[in-house]
Each structure stands twice: as C-alpha cells, then as structure tokens.
C-alpha cells in the first residue's frame, strides 16, 4: 500500500529565510502529489499537485516543489517566509485508479519574528 | 457556491450515544471521503465512495458506517460513541479525469468530542 512519510513534525524558522519541507512516498509505477496547508481551526487549502509534466510545480503563496521520482520525494520550498506562513503542512499522495488520498503525518511550520 | 459543507461543526457526546454527520457538496464529483485528524497522526482514511450508492472501507473504518443514499450527501454514523473517537472529522470530495485526480476539496471539519 502506499505509504507517505514527512520526517519533520516542527520546523521553527526565522521570518524571511529560506525553509524546506520533506515529504518522501513509497515506490509507484504511477503518482500523483500533493501538498496542502491548514491554518489553524481551519480546513485543508490545496498549496500545489504534481500530476504529470514539469517536475518542478509553482503553488500559491510563493511554495514550489520538485517531483524526485529516483529519490522518491516531494519536498515543498519557500525562498522567504513569512509570519503568516505559520500553519501545519501535509503532503499527500495517490495512486493511479485508487481514487483515494493517503496523507502523511503534517509539518508543523512556526515562523518566528 | 458552497463546495463541502458538514455539519455539525462542534459537538459533544456521552459514551455510548450515536450520531450522524453529514457531508453534502454542490459540485457534482463523484467521489467523496471521510478522514478523521488527530495530533501526530495526520488524516486518516475512514470511508471513501466511488459513486452514488457505493461505499468502501478506508484505513480505520471500525466503529463507523457510511452511507451515500445520493450522490451530493456522504453520511457518517456513529452507532455506540467512545472516547477513541474523539477527533476532528473532514469530508472531502474530488473528481477525476480518467486516473488523474481533480478538485480534491475538503469541508471546514466537525469537532467531535466524546466523554
């Protein structure tokens, strides 16, 4: 079964540094990914999906990521954080035809003034 | 346009009581899930159905039962609440084009407190 795995809960980081968010799946023939944010007492907002094409995949609030189908990995990219980045990071994934999601366990990002 | 709405948004039960929570979405997809969140664990998949009237087990399915009578409404029960089941519950719902998935959209979440 497919597996998704974010090996850090917390990443505290200063206001405009650069951070990365690892995200690492088990092995498929064929994937899709996905990265969400949830602020707190809030719902899960879509940050960006790689699907197909361009391995490199710009999301909203400035968050990139790269698609490593050797290293199998998905890790999300800020060049600059801000005070309001401040919010728990999930990565997910899915397999082709099982029409369902599988989430890790989140990144808790804390920006710090 | 309301995407997913569940309700309620809050609630607390006795041990033992049931309950159901409702998911309902405006965007025609056909499929539509429910994950429960808990601190260190993630989102994990309770039940999930790939179109009206289907329903499948998900990762942690034991202590719930689903229905999807029609195809905009995804019911979770509770038959005989627990405090394991104390959690944050979200619906979700998403459409596909052919094995590509799209619009993966979840409801603002129900807390759901059992004492």
């Known amino acids: 079964a497919q597996s998704v795995t974010q090996l850090d809960s917390q990443v505290p980081v200063f206001e405009e540094a650069p951070v990365e968010l690892r995200c690492n799946y088990s092995s498929s023939v064929s994937v899709y990914l996905f990265w969400y944010v949830q602020y707190p007492n809030q719902g899960l907002q879509l940050l960006l999906k790689?699907?197909?094409?361009?391995?490199l995949v710009k999301g909203i609030n400035g968050f990139e990521a790269e698609f490593n189908k050797s290293q199998t990995s998905f890790h999300l990219r800020k060049p600059s954080v801000h005070i309001s980045d401040t919010a728990e990071y999930f990565c997910?994934?899915?397999?082709?035809?099982?029409?369902?999601?599988?989430f890790g366990t989140g990144t808790r990002l804390k920006v710090l003034a | 346009n309301a995407g997913v709405t569940q309700t309620p948004k809050f609630r607390v039960l006795k041990t033992g009581q049931s309950m159901t929570l409702l998911c309902a979405q405006d965007m025609n997809h056909e499929y539509m899930y429910w994950y429960r969140q808990d601190p260190g664990m993630g989102l994990r998949l309770i039940h999930y159905?790939?179109?009206?009237?289907?329903?499948a087990k998900g990762e942690v399915p034991d202590g719930y039962n689903v229905s999807r009578l029609k195809k905009q409404n995804f019911l979770l029960g509770l038959e005989s609440a627990a405090p394991s089941q104390t959690s944050v519950y979200f619906c979700?719902?998403?459409?596909?084009?052919?094995?590509?998935?799209?619009?993966?959209?979840f409801g603002s979440g129900t807390r759901l407190t059992v004492v």
């Open positions: 790689y699907l197909s094409g361009s391995t």
């Open positions: 159905s790939v179109g009206e009237g289907t329903t």
């Open positions: 997910a994934v899915s397999d082709s035809g099982t029409y369902k999601y599988i």
């Open positions: 979700a719902s998403s459409y596909y084009k052919g094995p590509q998935p799209y619009g993966y959209t």
